[in-house]
């Protein structure tokens, strides 16, 4: 089944860019989303399909796809973007919705 | 709006079955393709399976962990879908989230579902 490798956890200061890198064989053929989780809440969509805003998210928020890497950048950092960030892909194999193991950013 | 509503968690005993709802409602429930996912407690997120909309057939897939103990099912009418768990393990307790397809997914809130003697 396909796999999607994210680092376990981001520490960032405040005003700075953070970036979170989701790994999976040809991901840049899939579209993406990332979700956004704090603590004791539903995950929230931020990005979806590689690079789209959903309504509300702020434009610090971005995300690219290509080759084996997604990415999802988070400019300016604020300390209300402390949280967990998952990846997710469609897939055609027997689990057709793939998430990554998420990343913690931590604001310094 | 698209608003997406789970309900029906609670503690059950291991081997014994709990059936979880998921009102829907700010879209053409019938062509939705609803998902169902799961989070254990300080765990990641982990899909649990999806059910196609009516008109593409109405089927249902599973994740390797619950298949055969799990069932999706949807009534178009009450706009709802529901996850019945049978054959509960310690393994199975966490939040369960329902996910509506619309263009972009939408998530409720979760519900909580502890399998503990």
């Known amino acids: 089944s396909y796999v999607l490798t994210q680092p376990p956890s981001v520490s960032v200061a405040p005003g700075k860019t953070a970036r979170i890198n989701c790994e999976g064989d040809k991901i840049g053929k899939k579209s993406v989303d990332w979700y956004q989780q704090k603590p004791g809440q539903a995950p929230v969509l931020v990005v979806h399909d590689n690079e789209d805003r959903p309504a509300g998210i702020p434009e610090r928020f971005s995300g690219s796809n290509s080759g084996n890497t997604a990415t999802l950048t988070i400019g300016g950092v604020e300390a209300g973007d402390e949280a967990d960030y998952y990846c997710q892909v469609w897939d055609s194999g027997p689990d057709p919705w793939v998430f990554g193991g998420g990343t913690r950013v931590t604001v310094l | 709006e698209v608003e997406v509503a789970e309900s029906g968690g609670g503690l059950v005993q291991p081997g014994g079955s709990l059936r979880l709802s998921c009102e829907a409602s700010g879209f053409t429930f019938k062509s939705a393709w609803m998902s169902w996912v799961r989070q254990a407690p300080g765990k990641g997120l982990e899909w649990v399976g999806r059910i196609k909309g009516t008109s593409d057939g109405g089927s249902a897939i599973y994740s390797a962990p619950v298949k055969g103990r799990f069932t999706i099912s949807r009534d178009d009418s009450k706009a709802t879908v529901y996850l019945q768990m049978n054959s509960l393990k310690t393994d199975d307790t966490a939040f369960y989230f329902c996910?509506?397809?619309?263009?972009?997914?939408?998530w409720g809130q979760g519900t909580l579902v502890t399998v503990s003697s």
């Open positions: 996910v509506a397809a619309v263009l972009k997914p939408y």
